[in-house]
């Protein structure tokens, strides 16, 4: 065997490790996407699942709006006094916050958007959560939901 024949395998070789190099990182990519597409929509589907049983009970409903931040306060007769807020900035920025009397949880985070809008039977909530992982392109994610009031 001469030195130009192992020269050649040798790029042979290399060329076919590039490759597999290559679609190794394109399935790791697509995977990160997919997997935080999917940790979006839990997150996203868990609040307005913390919240829809408690709207449905809600009495005394007060929604304050504005371009960066939304407030729902309510009343149920189990609860006493409960409200859920979302804001674009502050310490708690893009965040939804469950308060029952002076506890505060928080219901889920990478939340871009949230509204409420209320009719005299039921409550729509409108949801949009975003995620810019590291590696790829941003993730988005909307739900509507429409509470009937008890």
Known sequence: MSLVEVMVGTVIFMSMMAGAYAAFLTGNRSWSTYENNVALQRE???????????????????ITQSSGSSTISFSTET??????SWSNSGGNANKIIRTVGSATRTL????????????????????????TPSLGAATSFSLKEKVALR
Do not use: W
């Open 79 to 84: 609860l006493g006094s409960v409200s859920y």
């Open 108 to 131: 889920a985070q990478n939340i871009s958007a949230l509204s409420f809008t209320n009719s005299s039977s039921a409550i729509l909530v409108d949801l949009t959560a975003t995620k």
């Open 44 to 62: 996203a589907r868990g609040a307005i699942l913390a919240m829809v049983p408690e709207l449905r009970e809600a009495e005394s409903i007060v």
